[in-house]
């Protein structure tokens, strides 16, 4: 039997309950740890072979149990070939993705307000994605310099004339498909280490550790030199982490069980 695991929730809830959560969340998630734990110990015991999507995953997954079952890491993928849209110097960035997950939101917000705290009236965010709550939206509001587009029904339209995409996501697990989607669309991304899991992190433009450090680099792009990390960003994600990589990966993942 193979369990194909997008997260390990044992890990995911312990990151919950330290992250920058409400109380709520963070009690919700202290509440669930030891169902989740008795949960994943329970099937991790009964499977032959168990896959996840990152080197991370499988380290966290080590980490919080001790089987004998095989692990197999089978990256998340993109669908489709590599595709471009017209990007523009002076345009804006671009944040993609669900708004109703919490680490997405929290993410977004710190560096929204990072900006106004820094006092820079020179850059403009175009947020796209689904889920959006009647608050949420009201919160973005309060940011003049935010274009919210919400839920994109045809994500290359959304995304002409971006400047570049922005993945400030600091928690979270698994290869992050809002990033491989950006990537895949030929938009050059500035994305926290969290953002890359799963990916190597000369796909991006730049690697900031802190919301401070994200503004600053956003303040300084370069869009020339963008354009050829943008470039070898598609080659990365389509040479390993396209459609193709991912058959080929449950292939040998599916025959190995059976050598076995």
Avoid at 69 to 94: E, K, M, Q, W, Y
Avoid at 148 to 155: C, I, K, Q, R, S
Avoid at 207 to 220: E, H, L, Q, R, Y
């Amino acid at each position: 039997m193979i369990w194909d695991k997008s997260n390990v929730l044992t890990a995911s809830l312990r990151s919950a309950i330290r992250g920058p959560r409400s109380f709520f969340e963070r009690w919700h998630a202290r509440a669930n740890l030891p169902l989740a734990r008795r949960f994943e110990r329970k099937v991790i015991d009964a499977c032959s072979d168990i896959w996840v999507t990152s080197e991370e995953e499988n380290r966290r997954l080590c980490e919080e149990f001790k089987f004998d079952a095989d692990v197999s890491v089978i990256p998340s993928a993109v669908a489709g070939s590599p595709r471009s849209v017209t990007l523009d110097a002076n345009g804006p960035f671009v944040w993609m993705s669900s708004l109703s997950y919490t680490d997405n939101w929290i993410g977004l917000i710190e560096l929204l307000q990072t900006i106004v705290d820094e006092g820079i009236d020179t850059l403009r965010v175009r947020v796209i994605g689904g889920g959006s709550s009647a608050a949420q939206r009201k919160e973005l509001a309060r940011f003049s310099f935010v274009d919210f587009y919400g839920f994109a029904e045809d994500l290359s339209a959304s995304l002409q004339g971006a400047r570049a995409g922005i993945v400030p996501v600091w928690t979270g697990a698994g290869v992050k498909l809002k990033t491989l989607t950006l990537i895949n669309f030929g938009i050059p991304i500035i994305a926290t280490e969290c953002a890359l899991e799963g990916i190597p992190a000369e796909a991006a433009y730049a690697v900031p550790t802190s919301a401070k450090d994200f503004v600053s680099v956003m303040v300084g792009y370069d869009s020339l030199k963008s354009e050829t990390i943008a470039k070898n960003a598609q080659q990365i994600v389509d040479a390993n982490l396209s459609s193709t990589a991912f058959e080929y990966r449950v292939t040998d993942a599916i025959c190995r069980g059976d050598e076995s």
